[in-house]
C-alpha cells in the first residue's frame, strides 16, 4: 500500500507517468468514467479548502467512485478530542482512500502510519501540499511543454505558502532551473530551502522588488499571505498587499511568460489580469482535477474500467 506525503514519494519517471495518464483522462475522460466504480474516496478537511477537498471530489465522482469526509474539524470527532491516528483507523473501516487537511505539520504521517488504506496529504499546516505540487507540474508541463530550462519567479509569503515549498523541492530534480524568490524582508524563503539550492548548486536569487525582476521570468508562480499562519494580526496587515500584480507590471514580462497561482488569490493579482493570455491560474486548478483522478487511479492501482 502506498501513501502520498510529499511530492518526493514519486520519482521523476513514476511522475511522467503520472502527468501522462492525467493527460489521457483530459482527453478521453469517457474511458475512465467507471474505473472507480465500488470504490469510496474519504476526505477529512480539518482544514478549510475549496479547490482541494471539492477537486478531489470531482475527480472520485468523475471515476464513477463515491465519496464521504467533513470538510472541518468541528463536525468531526476531532472536537471531541479524537486523535488522528484513531481517526483514520475508522475512516479505513468505511473508505478505500483517504486525503486528508491538517493545520498540524506531519499530521497526515501519523495517519498513514496508522491507516489500512492509501493516505494522501492534501496539506499540512506550512509544511507540504504535494497534490498542489503535482497540479503546479502538469500544469507546467501541459502549457510549457517542458519540465526544465526555465527561470521561475515565486512571489508573495515565502516563509508560510507551502506549496512554494513543496514546488522547490519537486523542481529541483529538473534540469536547467534558476529560482528567483521575492518576498519582504519577513517572509523570506526559509534556509532549510536555500541550503538545499546551494548544496545542488541551483543558481537562485533573492529580492524584493517584483518589477526588477519581471522581464527574466519564464513563470510566475503568486501566492497569498498566509494570514492563518500569522502570530499577530498588526504584521498580516502590514504585508497583505506587498505585491499587487497588475497590468503594468503584466506589461514588463515576456510575452510567454505564464502566471500561475495556487489560489484563494486575495489582493496579490489584480482581477485586470485574469483577461491577459498569460494568466493559468483557472486552468492550472482544472488541472488540478485530472491530476488528482490519476494520483487515485494510481494509488488505488487500477486501470480503466471496460464498457
Ligand atoms: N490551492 C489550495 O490548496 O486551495 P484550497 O485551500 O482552496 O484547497
Known amino acids: 500500500?502506498?501513501?502520498?506525503?510529499?511530492?518526493?514519494?514519486?520519482?521523476?519517471?513514476?511522475?511522467?507517468?503520472?502527468?501522462?495518464?492525467?493527460?489521457?483522462?483530459?482527453?478521453?475522460?469517457?474511458?475512465?468514467?467507471?474505473?472507480?466504480?465500488?470504490?469510496?474516496?474519504?476526505?477529512?478537511?480539518?482544514?478549510?479548502?475549496?479547490?482541494?477537498?471539492?477537486?478531489?471530489?470531482?475527480?472520485?465522482?468523475?471515476?464513477?467512485?463515491?465519496?464521504?469526509?467533513?470538510?472541518?474539524?468541528?463536525?468531526?470527532?476531532a472536537s471531541k478530542g479524537e486523535s488522528v491516528s484513531d481517526t483514520i483507523r475508522i475512516i479505513s473501516c468505511y473508505a478505500d482512500i483517504c486525503a486528508m487537511r491538517h493545520p498540524k505539520e506531519g499530521a497526515p504521517m501519523v495517519a498513514a502510519e496508522k491507516s489500512l488504506i492509501p493516505v494522501i496529504n492534501a496539506g499540512d499546516g506550512g509544511h507540504q501540499h504535494p497534490t498542489q505540487t503535482l497540479t503546479d507540474l502538469l500544469t507546467i508541463h501541459s502549457l510549457k511543454g517542458r519540465l526544465g530550462g526555465f527561470t521561475i519567479g515565486l512571489c508573495g509569503?515565502?516563509?508560510?505558502?507551502?506549496?512554494?515549498?513543496?514546488?522547490?523541492?519537486?523542481?529541483?530534480?529538473?534540469?536547467?532551473?534558476?529560482?528567483?524568490?521575492?518576498?519582504?524582508?519577513?517572509?523570506?524563503?526559509?534556509?532549510?530551502?536555500?541550503?538545499?539550492?546551494?548544496?545542488?548548486?541551483?543558481?537562485?536569487?533573492?529580492?524584493?522588488?517584483?518589477?526588477?525582476?519581471?522581464?527574466?521570468?519564464?513563470?510566475?508562480?503568486?501566492?497569498?499571505?498566509?494570514?492563518?499562519?500569522?502570530?499577530?494580526?498588526?504584521?498580516?496587515v502590514r504585508l497583505k498587499d506587498f505585491y499587487i500584480l497588475n497590468a503594468d507590471k503584466m506589461a514588463l514580462a515576456k510575452k510567454d511568460m505564464l502566471v500561475l497561482h495556487p489560489l484563494p488569490r486575495v489582493n496579490e493579482i489584480s482581477v485586470e489580469v485574469d483577461e491577459d493570455p498569460r494568466a493559468a491560474y483557472f486552468r492550472q486548478a482544472q488541472y488540478g482535477v485530472y491530476v488528482r483522478m490519476a494520483l487515485i487511479l494510481t494509488l488505488l492501482e487500477l486501470e480503466p474500467a471496460c464498457e
Open 1 to 77: 500500500m502506498r501513501h502520498l506525503m510529499s511530492p518526493l514519494d514519486f520519482s521523476t519517471e513514476e511522475l511522467d507517468l503520472l502527468f501522462g495518464l492525467a493527460e489521457d483522462i483530459r482527453k478521453n475522460p469517457a474511458k475512465y468514467a467507471h474505473a472507480c466504480h465500488g470504490k469510496i474516496l474519504a476526505t477529512c478537511f480539518y482544514e478549510p479548502s475549496t479547490r482541494t477537498r471539492l477537486s478531489f471530489e470531482s475527480a472520485m465522482i468523475r471515476l464513477g467512485g463515491q465519496i464521504i469526509g467533513f470538510a472541518d474539524a468541528a463536525s468531526s470527532s
Open 157 to 236: 509569503d515565502l516563509k508560510f505558502g507551502r506549496t512554494v515549498h513543496s514546488l522547490i523541492k519537486a523542481l529541483v530534480r529538473y534540469h536547467d532551473i534558476k529560482f528567483v524568490f521575492i518576498s519582504p524582508e519577513e517572509l523570506r524563503v526559509p534556509d532549510y530551502i536555500t541550503d538545499l539550492l546551494k548544496s545542488r548548486n541551483i543558481p537562485y536569487e533573492e529580492v524584493i522588488r517584483l518589477e526588477r525582476v519581471m522581464p527574466q521570468l519564464d513563470l510566475l508562480y503568486m501566492t497569498r499571505v498566509q494570514k492563518e499562519r500569522f502570530f499577530n494580526e498588526e504584521d498580516y
